[in-house]
């Protein structure tokens, strides 16, 4: 697929015009692909399910798949128009003003965004393995998932640049119920590359890129051998951006994602899981 402004494999975007209590479910949905994205003078979102989650939206994703290889281009030009963030993420590319909850989920493939062109553009550039961007008094819960999503960041732009393995970036004031809380979930891809040629602020981190909101970071784990902007990192506790780091042979433990991250064999098959270290979905009743 090819497209630009708001874009997703499923939904591009989700919004209620006024204040509403209506819920909104994806549930056992598994999507595979590319999604080649061009930037346009409008909203630059793009995500495997959905572009954003906007205001007022009330959102369950649970028992989802998205192997998607999002790749991110754009013209030759100096300046950009529409929102001031560029985000894309494996589920979704931003989250803005709603309540979501993630559960039981998992993404794999790539996230490559080349924006080296733009050197006039102030602009924020974010992606995670499962959601780019969370902004705007939103309450998110992700828990119970994992990626193996590989991210590469390059621009000449002078705003904020982070990659995180979950979350690009959390920035949402949000104080109902602690506002996000990102937990009992692993990272298992091999890199997350954030670059800038012009200095801008760049960061990255296992889990979660860039943290400025109020929310809560609990449980979580990261292979050991990641590569963060070309360094393997040295520590990390399972509440930090990090994550806990666990080797290869560890995941391939049913111990390991049923004892220790709390994932139901309701949700999750292990079956092959001493061969490849992931476990695969089962699909979920309606009912």
Same mark, same amino acid.
């Given at each position: ?6 874009f997703g494999?499923? =939904? ?12 909104y ?11 080649n ?15 954003? +989650? ?6 369950? !994703?649970?028992? *989802?798949?998205s192997?998607?290889n ?12 529409? /929102? ?11 989250i ?6 993630? /559960?039981? *989920?998992?993404?794999?493939g790539e !996230?490559t ?11 924020? &550039?974010v992606?995670?393995?499962i959601?780019?961007? !969370?902004?705007?008094?939103? $309450?998110?819960? !992700?828990?119970?998932? %994992? ?5 590469? &960041? ?11 393995g979950? =979350?690009?970036? %959390? ?5 109902? /119920?602690?506002?996000?809380? +990102? ?9 997350? @590359? ?8 760049i +960061?990255?981190?296992? =889990?979660?890129?860039?943290?400025s909101?109020?929310g809560? =970071?609990?449980?979580?784990y ?24 666990k ?14 991250? $709390?994932?139901?064999?309701? @949700?999750?098959?292990?079956? /092959? +899981? ?14």
């Open positions: 697929m090819t497209g630009s402004a708001h494999g499923v =939904v591009g975007h989700i919004a209620n015009k006024t204040a509403s209590a209506t819920l479910t994806l549930r056992n949905i598994s999507i595979t692909g590319n999604l994205y061009k930037l346009s003078n409008q909203y630059l979102l793009a995500g495997g399910l959905i572009g954003e +989650i906007g205001l007022n939206a009330t959102i369950l !994703i649970e028992n *989802c798949s192997d998607i999002i790749n991110v281009v754009e013209d030759d030009r100096t300046q950009g128009g529409g /929102n001031n963030t560029r985000g894309f993420g494996g589920l979704i590319g931003k803005g003003g709603s309540t979501t909850t993630i /559960n039981n *989920c998992r993404t794999g !996230i965004a080349d924006l080296s062109n733009n050197t006039a553009d102030a602009r924020v &550039l992606a995670g393995g959601v780019g961007d !969370i902004t705007d008094n939103s $309450k998110v819960e !992700i828990k119970n998932s %994992y990626s193996t999503t590989d991210i590469n &960041l390059k621009t000449a732009m002078s705003g904020l640049v982070a990659g995180g979950l =979350v690009g970036r %959390y920035a949402s004031t949000n104080t109902t /119920n602690g506002g996000a809380k +990102i937990s009992d979930s692993a990272v298992l891809n091999e890199t997350i @590359n954030a670059q800038s040629s012009n200095g801008s602020n +960061i990255a981190h296992r =889990v979660v890129g860039y943290h909101g109020n809560q =970071v609990a449980n979580n990261a292979l050991s051998t990641m590569m963060v902007n070309g360094s393997v990192v040295s520590d990390g506790t399972a509440d930090s951006l990090d994550g806990l780091s080797t290869a042979a560890e995941l391939k433990t049913k111990a390991t994602w049923v004892s220790d991250l $709390k994932f139901s064999e309701d @949700n999750w098959d292990f079956g /092959n +899981i001493t061969m490849d270290g992931y476990p695969t979905l089962r699909l979920k009743s309606s009912n």
